[in-house]
């Protein structure tokens, strides 16, 4: 499967195309599917990562903030979204594919179950400071309890380059804080 996003006056959408067709003569390349991501034109889509362990399952993070999960067959349904207020940057799915985690405006990151529903925050880093906040560019779960979490300005500013921690959290029997290194 190959997905495309684009944006008119009409929305943001996705359009999935199955990609042995671009290896036959047809001069149409035409999707099997669509969906509409936002009615907003202005939105982008600013990170798709397929399930690593459900082929036709992925998850889509749009510049407004909001986040949808979908299950594409022939068809696309919509197993779940978040609104723009939930403040989603970035989006992984954890190693086995029952979890995924999301960046946020505020520096925190979100587990959620496939059906988006909450499971843990994982806080902003205590050596990130309120005078200069940061927002999660990019998040990468490396292994159960660890993450690797890249963080920059939150107001997009180059001045501080972005810099990536590693998070290690505690094992549900351990009675002990995160870890960032």
């Not at 009409?10 to 936002?38: C, E, T, W």
């Not at 993070?61 to 978040?82: F, H, N, P, Q, Y």
């Not at 880093?125 to 990019?138: E, G, H, I, Q």
Request: aromatic share 10%.
């Amino acid at each position: 499967l190959s997905a495309c996003m684009a944006s008119s006056e009409h929305g943001v959408f996705v359009y999935f195309f199955d990609i042995r067709v671009f290896n036959k003569n047809k001069q149409q390349k035409s999707p099997f599917a669509y969906q509409k991501l936002s009615m907003n034109a202005s939105c982008l889509v600013i990170d798709l990562k397929w399930n690593p362990a459900i082929p036709s399952m992925l998850a889509a993070c749009l510049s407004d903030g909001s986040i949808s999960v979908m299950e594409v067959t022939d068809t696309v349904k919509v197993i779940a979204t978040l609104p723009y207020t939930a403040g989603i940057t970035s989006v992984c799915w954890s190693p086995k594919g029952k979890q995924l985690a999301a960046g946020r405006l505020n520096g925190t990151v979100v587990q959620y179950l496939q059906t988006l529903q909450e499971k843990k925050v994982i806080p902003c880093p205590p050596f990130f400071d309120s005078d200069n906040p940061v927002k999660v560019l990019d998040v990468l779960w490396l292994s159960t309890y660890v993450f690797a979490i890249a963080y920059a300005a939150a107001d997009g500013s180059l001045e501080t380059p972005p810099e990536v921690v590693i998070v290690s959290l505690p094992k549900k029997e351990d009675r002990q804080e995160e870890k960032f290194l």
